[in-house]
């Protein structure tokens, strides 16, 4: 539940009223208010370590990581034995994505403190391919805290990647299974049971994870599992039922946080992105416009406002707008140049509507000012006319490397190694994400005999559309070639920035392995 509201302190109200006051304000969400109260705490009793520490969490909430950083290092500098300065500096670099630059981090701090962050670095090492090590670091904290339920749950689920990786075993994944079900047995809340939804689905076992997500949504009690709830319903459950248990959600958010409460900033955050997945436009436009002044200045606020801004105009002005579509074929460089587009200031979505959690929409094309994935790369020509004043960047790569990059991302996301195995998941009705998701992935790979085939046809369809076109429409992009900011800055008519081109989702294999000392160091 959220933290109750609490006024003001009086001047001469004690340092921990004040402390009480400003974590209040975070308990309940709103980061922008906990940033000013914890900036009022400091400036009215001076510096504190521990103060600074929250300030920092409450920039990094609101998605001003640099300002976050220096936080973070000043106090790592000042007070080089505080574990919360690491462990700042380790959050930013994973909001970031900065999966290495976390892994430092992590193993320079556990050199003088090798017991500490073994559960971050455990997260952080899954993150970057080392699915082994991550392993065993979880093994070792389960022996440490038998009790500790997470703990047992990310070893289960850091053994399930390793397998994964390296594909089932005979009577591997069957092994898995049962011990997800022992889990489920002694699962007497709505947390654990949604963590085992995950487990399913990491094993292949979509059926079940449908099924205890249906049951989790009924039992949900607090706003992470609300949110959980709404993330994975995309994902598992068919259209026409989507739509029910999103209702259920925005039922329970206003019975216990909306209706009657004092304001609960995460909240209201979740209930418009409800209201905009269950497609009720007029409703959310309405309750942004009034509450827009009191949200905190989140990266979800960023992506609200455009929205907002959006639903308000006239449809052609939308219509008319100098749109940006990606229309590279996944494991190109895709999910970087969205981030690219994001730092330039650009609202932009890649594969889903990250507000709503669904695959990019025709209404989700009209919402963003950017877009990119199969959902773009599918139907670029139609979209050519329906926005005549968009531009289009063709993220590109050499078809070897490309193969071997894509059939590891499906051979890991959904044990598809090959174009037969990828075809056999889409061809049932119990694929990820769908029918909607099944007409992408007919569309760009499984109409064409072989991957390498569909290479080449997407290649020839695109040189095809915009051989006649003006000059000027299409940006081809070759980020594994050493292009970045001057190609796309130049495109776009925009100031290159100054920070590095982002690498999200880099191929894990590209990255040296681990020694068993750097795990320990």
């Known amino acids: 539940m959220e933290s109750k509201e609490l006024d003001r302190p009086g001047e001469h109200a004690p340092r921990a009223e004040w402390a009480d006051w400003a974590r209040a304000a975070a308990e309940a969400g709103d980061w922008q208010a906990a940033l000013e109260r914890w900036d009022a705490s400091i400036a009215k009793f001076g510096a504190h370590g521990a103060w600074e520490a929250k300030r920092g969490i409450a920039l990094l909430e609101?998605?001003?990581?640099?300002?976050?950083?220096?936080?973070?290092?000043?106090?790592?500098?000042?007070?080089?034995?505080?574990?919360?300065?690491?462990?700042?500096?380790?959050?930013?670099?994973?909001?970031?994505?900065?999966?290495?630059?976390?892994?430092?981090?992590?193993?320079?701090?556990?050199?003088?403190?090798?017991?500490?962050?073994?559960?971050?670095?455990?997260?952080?090492?899954?993150?970057?391919?080392?699915?082994?090590?991550?392993?065993?670091?979880?093994s070792r904290l389960v022996s440490q805290h038998p009790d500790n339920e997470h703990f047992r749950l990310m070893g289960l689920r850091a053994s399930i990647e390793v397998a994964r990786r390296t594909g089932f075993a005979a009577g591997e994944r069957e092994h898995f299974l049962e011990q997800i079900e022992c889990v489920v047995s002694s699962a007497d809340d709505a947390a654990n049971i949604i963590q085992t939804v995950g487990l399913f689905e990491m094993a292949g076992e979509r059926s079940r994870a449908r099924e205890l997500l249906l049951r989790a949504v009924e039992i949900v009690h607090s706003l992470d599992h609300i949110d959980n709830c709404f993330k994975a319903i995309p994902r598992l459950i068919e259209l026409g039922v989507q739509d029910q248990l999103l209702d259920r959600l925005l039922a329970r958010i206003r019975s216990e946080w909306i209706d009657g409460k004092p304001l609960a900033p995460r909240a209201l955050n979740i209930e418009l992105r409800l209201l905009l997945a269950l497609s009720r436009f007029g409703e959310f436009k309405k309750k942004f416009?009034?509450?827009?002044?009191?949200?905190?200045?989140?990266?979800?606020?960023?992506?609200?406002?455009?929205?907002?801004?959006?639903?308000?105009?006239?449809?052609?002005?939308?219509?008319?707008?100098?749109?940006?579509?990606?229309?590279?074929?996944?494991?190109?460089?895709?999910?970087?140049?969205?981030?690219?587009l994001s730092m330039l200031g650009i609202d932009s979505a890649h594969?889903?509507?990250?507000?709503?959690?669904?695959?990019?929409?025709?209404m989700d094309i009209y919402l963003f000012g950017a877009a990119g994935d199969t959902c773009i790369s599918s139907r670029?020509?139609?979209?050519?006319?329906?926005?005549?004043?968009?531009?289009?960047i063709w993220t590109r790569r050499k078809s070897g490397s490309w193969l071997k990059s894509f059939q590891a991302h499906y051979a890991r996301q959904h044990l598809a190694a090959d174009i037969g195995q990828l075809r056999a998941l889409y061809d049932g009705i119990d694929s990820p994400f769908g029918f909607p998701s099944a007409i992408i992935q007919f569309n760009i790979y499984l109409n064409s005999p072989s991957l390498g085939e569909a290479f080449r046809a997407h290649e020839k369809r695109i040189r095809h559309f915009f051989s006649r076109k003006p000059p000027g429409k299409l940006l081809e992009l070759d980020l594994f070639s050493g292009q970045g900011w001057p190609e796309l800055c130049g495109f776009l008519d925009r100031p290159i920035p100054d920070r590095a081109f982002p690498w999200v989702n880099r191929d894990p294999r590209s990255i040296a392995p681990l020694t068993a000392d750097s795990c320990t160091a």
């Open 289 to 340: 416009d009034a509450a827009a002044a009191t949200l905190s200045e989140t990266p979800d606020l960023k992506l609200l406002k455009p929205v907002s801004a959006r639903l308000g105009k006239p449809r052609h002005e939308i219509f008319e707008e100098p749109k940006i579509f990606v229309i590279g074929l996944t494991k190109t460089g895709t999910t970087s140049l969205t981030e690219a």
């Open 62 to 138: 609101l998605g001003r990581l640099d300002e976050a950083k220096r936080v973070f290092r000043t106090l790592e500098q000042e007070e080089p034995d505080d574990p919360a300065a690491f462990a700042g500096l380790v959050r930013v670099a994973m909001r970031r994505q900065d999966w290495e630059g976390a892994l430092a981090h992590l193993t320079e701090y556990r050199k003088s403190h090798p017991d500490a962050g073994t559960g971050m670095l455990a997260s952080v090492l899954t993150r970057l391919g080392h699915a082994n090590e991550a392993k065993e670091l979880w």
């Open 351 to 362: 594969w889903s509507n990250p507000l709503t959690n669904k695959p990019i929409s025709d």
């Open 380 to 392: 670029f020509e139609q979209l050519y006319y329906l926005y005549p004043n968009a531009k289009f």
